[in-house]
């Protein structure tokens, strides 16, 4: 079956580091877009970082320079280095997939399969 494991959330205070990391099984991860979204209390999910199944990169322009994405195939791991966290990257993280090519991405809806989320508390 599909499985999309996220790990590596806690918290931490400003300007800390965090590596969020996701394991991908039951679906052919190389022929996959992988994506990061996140979604704060009260607030709507948002697109953070892509990575294409080619290992094209794309961040959404609060994280560029902090944020870090990168996948390894070999593992079916799609990974998420975040530098100088802010309180505002406070929100629950979600690793997806599509299908490639990847097209869009910025809403959620277009993602095929989902993981259940880890937590990222960052105080100031």
């Known amino acids: 079956q599909v499985r999309l494991a996220e790990s590596g959330g806690g918290l931490v205070q400003t300007g800390d580091s965090l590596t969020l990391s996701c394991a991908a099984s039951g679906f052919p991860f190389v022929s996959y877009a992988m994506g990061w979204f996140r979604q704060a209390p009260g607030k709507e999910r948002e697109w953070v970082s892509f990575?294409?199944?080619?290992?094209?990169?794309y961040y959404t322009d609060s994280v560029k320079g902090r944020l870090t994405i990168s996948r390894d195939n070999a593992k079916n791991m799609v990974y998420l280095q975040m530098n100088n966290l802010k309180p505002a990257d406070t929100a629950v993280y979600s690793c997806?997939?599509?299908?490639?090519?990847?097209?869009?991405?910025?809403?959620?809806?277009?993602?095929?399969?989902w993981g259940q989320g880890t937590q990222v508390i960052v105080s100031s």
């Open positions: 997806a997939a599509m299908m490639a090519p990847l097209r869009g991405g910025s809403n959620w809806r277009q993602w095929d399969y």
């Open positions: 990575i294409s199944e080619s290992g094209s990169t």
